[in-house]
């Protein structure tokens, strides 16, 4: 056996296990917790491929998990930075009206923004948007001045320096397979050999209802895996976009458009798109899974979804295909800007949980069964809430467990 006699095991070295990791052993140091991680370093899916922005809190229903938990998870977040030494900027973010019928939509931004106690939120007139970025084109924005940027790579790694610094442990490379409970205690099968635990925490980002199956607990939902494509602006076109601009998002959806964002990494991203992917850590175009792919189109709320939002799904597979659409979507907020001013960069996969009946589910989903919880939908917010969601699954572990 390779491990026995844990306390807990959590799978996943994302930035939502390491806060989990962190808080639990905060409580109480004499636990036994060892995080597993298949990659051979933490942050390796969604934690390392995203926006890198500390959101603010306006988008998200009022009361819903995403709204209670970004609000306090931005502060949190850039505190913990600031502590630690990790870069942060809190450069303010712009959310643009192009069209007459985002007007509206700008004031609702306010008024929920406003009920989730976001700090500062101010709606501008379109001179005074250009003076917070002088290139964009606007009727009105809204503008959300504590909005900030960091690279949660880093951050990730120091809640893993943190983890390892309190007697935590990390097995890099190490796949979690298979399952089985055996007096009271559960054997989490791995390719490295058996681990014996007493309780189990999913957090398995792109896997976590494959993980959840495997421990027993019938989730309503399966993980759709949505990319995320990136162009990053020329060196030379920086100069057109000082902080973050935002599209107004399509209140249907959980994604929230393509956007321009300066990013702690030195360059300006713009994007992400949200298309299907047919592999669930299928960063490029070609990446191909049989087994991801089947999965996703041999589940009924797949096709639920589609035929409720097909249109969207065609427009977002052109915009993937066709440059020139993309560029377009930027254009609706930087006219200036233009095809060359732009190379291919990175990209990213949303673990996007669906449920049975077609809906994308847009709030955080924890869920417990005996011996065991799960994190089934983490999506964006979740880098930034990701202290506040480990505080909220100590707490549940605490009542759960006994911890
Ligand atoms: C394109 C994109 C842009 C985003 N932008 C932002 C943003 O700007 N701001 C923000 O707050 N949030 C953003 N998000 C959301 C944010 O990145 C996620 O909410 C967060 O990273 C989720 O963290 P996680 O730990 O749950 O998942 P992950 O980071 O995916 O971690 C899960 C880990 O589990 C491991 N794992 C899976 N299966 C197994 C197994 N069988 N055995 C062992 N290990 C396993 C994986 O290797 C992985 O490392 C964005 C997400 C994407 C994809």
Known sequence: MLKKDLDLVIIGGGIIGLATANDILKRNSNLKIIVIEKSSSVASQQSGHNSGVIHSGIYYKPGSFKAQFCVEGRASMTEFCENNEIPVWTCGKLIVATKESDLPKIDNLFKRGTENNVEGLKVLSSDESKEIEPHVKSLKSLYAPKTGIVNYVKVTEVYADHFKDKGGQILLDTDVIGSQSVNNKIIVKTNKGEIETKKVINCAGLHSDRIANLFGLKANLKIIPFRGEYYTLKKAKEYLVKGLIYPVPNPDLPFLGVHFTNTMKGYVEAGPNAVLATKREGYRKRDISIKDALETFTYGGFWKLLKNDWKTGLWEINR??????????????????????????????????????????????????????????????GATASLVIGKYIGNLASKEFGF
């Not at 066709?322 to 609706?332: A, D, G, M, Q, T």
């Open 320 to 381: 993937s295909l066709r440059k020139s659409v993309f560029v377009n979507s930027l254009r609706e907020l930087i006219p200036e800007i233009n095809s060359n001013d732009l190379q291919s960069g990175g990209s990213g996969v949303r673990a996007q949980a669906v449920a049975s009946n077609g809906d994308l589910i847009d709030d955080f989903k924890i869920e417990t069964s005996e011996n065991s919880i799960h994190v089934l939908n983490a999506p964006s917010p």
